[in-house]
């Protein structure tokens, strides 16, 4: 995957927990977005959410009625 210098120079200050920074900085994986169970890279490429925590789990990223919810939108 190419990055630019500036992506490279914040990825080296960002903690990873799943790879070790010296081996991540080497072949990055950088998520431009994600949407439901899935993530997509920067270079389109979609990935499964396996890692995702207890909500993501459960509801997906970008859940309709979560993001109403935050927005103070939703009634019940």
Wanted: charged share 30%; glycine share 10%.
């Amino acid at each position: 995957m190419n990055i630019t210098l500036r992506q490279e120079a914040l990825l080296k200050r960002t903690f990873l927990d799943f790879k070790q920074m010296s081996e991540f900085i080497k072949e990055p994986l950088v998520f431009e977005r994600a949407k439901g169970l899935y993530y997509w890279d920067t270079e389109g490429k979609r990935y499964f959410d396996a890692i995702g925590g207890i909500f993501v789990a459960t509801l997906g990223h970008g859940h309709p009625r979560v993001l109403e919810a935050m927005r103070g939108r939703w009634r019940r």
